[in-house]
């Protein structure tokens, strides 16, 4: 077998081989004498077929047979013999036979990309810090209060924050504009849910009272065609009702599921469930510095179909997430909307992988089981979830990925030149929002 390879586009490979006649012939054949022992032809009995008819009747179809084991045979064999690592399926086209009934093709596809690892030494990442204070404790209560709050109706006029009922029409060029008008719809002044100027418009108004709005929709407003227009909203206000917050009392506490209805135990777990989010927050946080740093140093390019493949995955895990969020899951995502993440994720899973390849990286099974202990610890029985990871080696592994991901970022803070960045709680939460 003669092998070359030629250089493509950007990772493209051609390999062109070529199978001497002594090869074809010896497949050919033994395809041959396998067909004369199970071929049935009239005026012959089974298993007694001649060679020479088999051959004159069935020979063109049993060498094409021949020439498909034979190419993918000595595809993976001249691809080791050539140490290329290919990607997908090869792109296969057969050339002009060789003299005496050879075989050559010309086999093209991606191989993997060579990640040579940079010298991180001196790099610059910033590692932020963060802590929950009494500060937080106490504003987290109050947005648990406040997802809790009773409307009750006022006789007075409305004030920001106050949430009014309302029917409205809305007009352009006096005519009733579509999507543009509704009934018994909720409104909190304040909350900037509505254009520019609404909510403005009926601060002051009464349970009863009608009032006309003259505003304009913003110039990048999401719908095309109504986007910069004038608009008149005709509005009736039908209830005013302001925010009542519950107290902070048994009740209440034991609603959010703290048994002992105590204040102390409620702010305890408060505590707990904002210094667990903190650290998971924070622990993204410096992994994205990282990530970002491992890209901006390793510019490597990747193959098509590795792209193409990762973007149909993510694709299918969308099309999973809308099903289970009610939508519909008929909905035909093209591929292509996923490419740029998917891009990411391919150049960083092969700079990852060679980093924990080079460095001979193993998930230490501690850290393994001390991450499924913080994940179980948000559930109500923690050591259900513990067992459940113990019986299920698929999902054992997704954790152990995530502990080697870690170990990698904790690889590259060593080599690189770490700055500390002091955040407070709601900084940190807001940036990652």
Sequence with gaps: MQVSVESGEGLTKRLLVNLPAERVDEVVNAKLKEAARTVRLDGFRPGKVPLRV????????????????????????????????????????????????????????????????????????????????????????????????????????ARE?????????GFIDGELFEGGSAEGVHLVLGSGSMIPGFEEGLTGASAGEERKLELKFPDDYGVEHLAGKDAVFEVTVKSVAEPKLPEVDEAFIRSLGVEDGTEESLRKEVRENMERELKQKLKSRTKEQVMELLLEKHPIQVPAALIRQEAEALKEQARQEMSRAGQSSGVDLPANLFEPQAERRVKLGLILGEIIRKEGMKAEPSRVDEAIAEQAATY???QAIIDWYADNPKARAAVENLVLEEQVVEWVLDRAKVEEEELTFDELVNQQS
């Design 54 to 157: 088999v051959r004159q009747r069935f020979g063109a179809q049993i060498r094409q047979d021949a020439y498909g084991e034979l190419i993918q045979s000595s595809f993976y064999e001249a691809v080791s013999q050539e140490n290329l690592q290919p990607v997908g399926e090869p792109d296969i086209e057969l050339r002009e036979e060789e003299a005496g009934g050879g075989l050559a093709y010309t086999a093209t596809f991606e191989v993997m990309p060579q990640v040579e690892l940079a010298d991180l030494g001196g790099v610059e990442v910033k590692r932020a810090h963060a802590q929950v204070t009494d500060e937080d404790v106490e504003r987290m209560i109050q947005k648990l209060r406040e997802q809790r709050t009773e409307w009750v109706e006022v006789e007075r006029p």
């Design 161 to 169: 924050g106050d949430r009014i009922t309302i029917d409205f029409k």
């Design 380 to 382: 109500e029985e923690p």
